[in-house]
Each structure stands twice: as structure tokens, then as C-alpha cells.
DNA sequence: AATAACACCTAGTATAACTATGTATAATAT
DNA sequence: ATATTATACATAGTTATACTAGGTGTTATT
């Protein structure tokens, strides 16, 4: 049923280390930026995000950081560790062996 | 850690109409026909397996028949239902959604 | 005679995305 | 003025599914 939400398990990581490799974001920052980026296909719940950046960061491969904004709004700034990158080097390798694998046998049938 | 797991979380169903739309095929002949075909990276278990084809049975993508070989073995093949055809084209098309969205944000980060 | 390969099965576990809900502030609409 | 939407964070509980670990029985190989 629903299939989309199964696919993508595992690749959550990935996509959040993919954006604060490139600049510290902060979480519904990240939210509407992966939204963005992916045209509208990505649509992460604020139950799926923070768990997974409070995930991350326990494993230590991003650290947040309290910041305020001059208006007294706090936001918690994510940046990535080193442990961080080679995860997701190692994470962007795995995920193009399985995505080799998939299209060994997902071709797009001969029809 | 194990993300390999979770990144094959809802394409086991996709992989096995992939294989049993071809031809009809019985469980064991699955496991290893994916490895196979996926020059040895797909490796299911047998507790991976047969659930997924109990469920994909239940949900009337599949269908088992129990086959008696000469030598007795029992083995049963499964074959794909007419509703299991469409269930098959609309996952390939989720697939190639998600795949697409995943290259926005995974660019082969240009180092 | 013992081991590996074949061929099926299931109860229980672990994981992670999500639902639903809560807190609080700022901006916009009525 | 007031209500709603958007911003910004958080978590307890639910659900789905791949896997672990165990079971049954047959056939082929060492």
C-alpha cells in the first residue's frame, strides 16, 4: 500500500547528510529544502525529521547548535562532523550498489 | 548501521512480480535466481522470502500451486495474476519516481 | 554415516517512518 | 482585534517489514 514510505527508509540519512554537507541547515529548513529540491517529492513529517537528525547526531555524524535570531526565535543549526562525511561517502557508495543491483532486475521491460 | 536493510524495505515485492512475471517460480528458486541476477547482492532470507510471498499471495498479486516432482519433492511455483500485472507496472513507475527524486538530491557531488 | 543442498514454514525481534499531539512565536487574513 | 497560517522545535505511541532463529523433511554428496 504504502509503498513510497517503505522505499524510502534507509535513504533518509543519506539525503540529510546530502544537504548540511553543503551548508548548516536547520530542521523545517531542511524540510522545505529537500521539498524543493526534489520537485515536490519529498514531503517529510516533522516525526520523521527530528528523530532522524537526533539520530544522527547521537551518532555523531552531525552536531546542532542553538542559535537566536535578533527577532528571539531559536533555531538548531546542523553541521556535519568528519565522522559524517565518510559516512556518507560510504552511505552514497551503498546506496549505488544497491541501486545497481535494483536495475539488474528492474529493467524496464521489452514492452 | 545495517542500511542495506532498510534500503531494500519495499522493493521485495517489486523484485519478486519482477521475477514470477516472467516466468512462474517457487520460493527457493527465487533466492537464488536473485542472487543471480544481481551478480550476488541480493541474498534473501528464507524468513524474508516466504512472508513476502504469503503477503503478495494474500493481496492476490501471486498465485501458489503446489507442483509434485517425480522424485516427490514438493515444491510450490507461483505465478503473477492479472492484478499483479498492474500492481507490477504502478511499482516499476513508484520506483522510477523515487529513483528520480533521490538524483536531485544525490548528485554524484561534483569532487 | 555425516554433511550440505534442497524446499518449505513461522513466532518473535528490531528498526524506522509516520500519526498525533504538544509548546511557542511571527506573519497574514478576516 | 481575532483567527488562521507559517515558522520552529519536540516526543510518545503505532505500523509495517526485513530479519533472526528455530523447526520439518527430502535428496545428493563426501
Chains 1, 2 share one sequence.
Not at 20 to 34: A, D, N, S
Not at 40 to 49: C, N, Q, V
Request: proline content about 4%; overall charge positive; aromatic content about 10%.
Amino acid at each position: 500500500m504504502a509503498q513510497r514510505r517503505e522505499l524510502i527508509k534507509g535513504t533518509i540519512d543519506s539525503l540529510l547528510l546530502c544537504l548540511v554537507v553543503q551548508q548548516p541547515m536547520y530542521g523545517y529548513q531542511i524540510i522545505k529544502e529537500l521539498e524543493r529540491r526534489s520537485q515536490g517529492y519529498f514531503k517529510f513529517k516533522e516525526g520523521t525529521l527530528y528523530p532522524a537528525l537526533h539520530r544522527l547526531e547521537k551518532a555523531d555524524l552531525i552536531q546542532g547548535k542553538w542559535q537566536t535570531l535578533p527577532s528571539g526565535r531559536q533555531r538548531r543549526y546542523y553541521h556535519i562532523t568528519e565522522k559524517g562525511l565518510y559516512s556518507l561517502a560510504a552511505k552514497r557508495s551503498q546506496w549505488l550498489d544497491f541501486l545497481a543491483a535494483m536495475n539488474l532486475i528492474i529493467q524496464p521491460a521489452s514492452d
